[in-house]
């Protein structure tokens, strides 16, 4: 495990508020009131927010995409395979990570009929004052997270610069050799249930991976977070 240095942020002070409070700030309240209870309980709170639903579809960019998407997989991040109609679990905790941080993971399960993982968790940064996203089971590549509140009182998620942490080491990734996510969630008054539709692309092959469905959410009482959603390494990076 990497230890933090004198820079790294911790959490702590008076500020109670979700890390998604603190990085849209009065933005916050103009969320829907579902999207609002979603994103916005804490560590303190002791309960999870699991999810379960359906996604429509799940596709990629093509064949010529394979090689990354399968050394993806084996890192519980994107993954070759596509399909419809895709059984799908979302499981969020809020915890202090091993460095004091608040912490919220995003342990996405899809059913393609093999069972894919796509793994994350975020933390609210002071020193750059914006979410950063960790992805995958090690926590290898942190991205930095852009928030926006969208006409439908969603929650519109945009990824910009990101870093590989690799054998002790930060390596800023270039442009060419990111991938770029846009995520929108928001919750359907008409069906009663939340609705997601994420796309990630790169500037120079277009599309690399893409989801969209809905799901239901129930709120557990969570009092320890399991060990099992933590993450196999976790870096002190940001």
């Not at 002070?13 to 916050?28: N, V």
């Not at 995409?65 to 993954?79: Q, S």
């Amino acid at each position: 495990m990497v230890e933090p240095d004198d820079e790294t942020p911790r959490v702590g002070g008076t500020d109670d508020r979700s890390i998604y409070e603190r990085a849209l700030g009065e933005e916050f309240t103009a969320l829907h009131p579902k999207v609002q209870e979603r994103f916005g309980f804490t560590s303190a709170d002791g309960v999870a927010c699991i999810g379960r639903g359906t996604m429509e579809y799940v596709r990629n960019g093509g064949p010529h995409l394979l090689p990354f998407l399968w050394f993806g997989a084996t890192h519980n991040t994107m993954f070759p395979e596509e399909n419809t109609a895709v059984p799908f679990t979302i499981r969020n905790y809020a915890y202090e990570d091993a460095f004091g941080r608040e912490t919220v993971t995003w342990l996405r399960r899809f059913d393609m009929p093999r069972r894919r993982r796509f793994d994350a968790a975020m933390i609210y940064s002071e020193d750059r004052d914006r979410i950063i996203d960790y992805l995958g089971t090690r926590h290898h590549l942190a991205v930095d997270i852009d928030l926006a509140v969208s006409d439908r009182g969603g929650i519109e998620i945009t990824t910009g610069p990101q870093r590989l942490y690799a054998v002790g080491t930060c390596v800023p990734l270039p442009l060419a050799l990111s991938a770029q996510a846009t995520v929108h969630e928001w919750y359907d008054d008409e069906t009663e249930q939340f609705r997601i539709a994420v796309t990630v692309t790169n500037p120079l092959v277009g599309l690399v991976f893409e989801y969209r469905g809905s799901f239901e959410v129930e709120w557990i009482d969570c009092e320890a977070v399991p060990d099992a959603v933590r993450p196999v390494s976790p870096t002190a990076g940001e």
